[in-house]
């Protein structure tokens, strides 16, 4: 079966930084759109960033743009979300997926999810 697991969060202080990663089995992430996804108490769930097979393409919340990195490793079959200048409005359950057919990223055409880890950013 088809597992997505989460690792990287925890506490970090406001400006500091985080790597979360996402390792995939069952799925080869190279042949596949990949989404970071993010919730926190109380709000919706939202799109964090996206990156394509086709064009290796990278898509980014304006939240976030010029903070965060998406990247991928094919030899590790796994992708990463390199988070810097961290603000305390960063702090959610951030969650990676995988959509197997489609170039885009939306939250209800995703078809693999992780668990999520939790990210913590507080003085």
């Known amino acids: 079966q088809v597992q997505l697991v989460e690792s990287g969060g925890g506490l970090a202080q406001p400006g500091g930084d985080l790597r979360l990663s996402c390792a995939a089995f069952?799925?080869?992430?190279?042949?596949?759109?990949m989404a970071w996804f993010r919730q926190a108490p109380g709000s919706e769930r939202e799109g964090v960033s996206c990156?394509?097979?086709?064009?290796?393409?990278?898509y980014y919340a304006d939240s976030v743009k010029g903070r965060f990195t998406v990247s991928r490793d094919s030899g590790e079959n796994t992708m990463y979300l390199q988070m810097s200048s961290l603000k305390p409005e960063d702090t959610a359950v951030y969650y990676c997926?995988?959509?197997?057919?489609?170039?885009?990223?939306?939250?209800?055409?995703?078809?693999?999810w992780g668990k999520g880890t939790l990210v913590t950013v507080s003085s």
């Open positions: 069952g799925v080869t992430l190279d042949a596949y759109n």
């Open positions: 990156i394509s097979p086709s064009d290796n393409g990278t």
């Open positions: 997926a995988v959509r197997r057919r489609g170039d885009s990223c939306p939250p209800n055409a995703m078809d693999y």
